[in-house]
């Protein structure tokens, strides 16, 4: 995680509290008079914190979740498993950076994991476009799910994203990417039952109406 280059107002006490344990730590270390002291400020860091964040207002808490150092996919990815290895590419369009996708290990268990992407800092967050995932990163979800699928693999997703991208020119390479889908994955996508009951009643409608008129379709021919 980056550094507390941000700190909210009510933070503040604490923040500057912590930035003095850290300073009194790397003293202690070659000087052993100075570790009561640092186990005193270590002692009242963590009270403060406890005593601060139990009695957040329900605005500090919304300001808390939105804090900008907040932990993002990769840092969860970096502390909770091991072996992490990141795919890239819907293999239709291109890679989109502000989605995280790949196969990583947990207490011997392998996974696959799906979650946008802030940046950190102006730089990272145009690279990551501020976790709004373009159409090339929901077919890169996609991709991942189907893998996890043939090989029966548990998915864990993290969700941190304002919406998908605004940009004009979604809806061309939205399309672009659906050109290319092969028709067996738009096989599997099988409608849910009440698609079928929609379908069935059309279907008795078009052929009373064929009936009434004494003519027939291909199209409108009620099917067994």
């Known amino acids: 995680m ?7 107002p ?23 008079a100075l570790e009561p002291e640092l186990r005193r400020l ?57 989605i995280v996708a790949g196969l990583a290990r947990v207490r011997g268990q392998s996974v696959a994991i799906v979650g946008h992407q802030k940046g950190r800092g102006a730089k990272d967050n145009v690279k990551r476009n501020f976790g709004m995932p373009h159409p090339e990163g929901y077919r890169k979800a996609h991709r991942l ?11 864990v997703t993290l969700i941190d994203t304002p919406a998908p991208t605004p940009d004009r020119r979604r809806g061309a390479r939205a399309e672009r990417g659906n050109r290319r889908v092969p028709c067996g994955h738009v096989a599997r996508a099988r409608p ?4 079928h009951h929609w379908r069935r009643g059309q279907r008795r409608r078009a052929g009373a109406r ?15």
């Open 2 to 8: 980056a550094g507390a280059s941000y700190v909210l």
């Open 10 to 32: 009510f933070e503040k006490p604490v923040v500057e509290l912590v930035a003095r344990v850290r300073e009194l730590r790397e003293l202690a270390t070659s000087d052993r």
């Open 42 to 98: 270590e002692d009242k860091a963590t009270k403060l914190a406890r005593e601060l964040f139990a009695e957040l207002t329900p605005w500090q808490k919304v300001q808390l979740s939105r804090h900008p150092n907040r932990p993002s996919t990769l840092d969860y990815v970096h502390r909770m498993f091991e072996g992490f290895i990141e795919l890239h590419g819907d293999r239709t369009f291109g890679d989109d950076a502000a």
């Open 145 to 155: 799910y189907e893998l996890a699928s043939r090989f029966g693999l548990p998915i």
């Open 192 to 195: 849910h039952r009440g698609h």
């Open 210 to 224: 064929s009936r009434q008129t004494g003519s027939w379709s291909s199209s409108t021919a009620p099917t067994a």
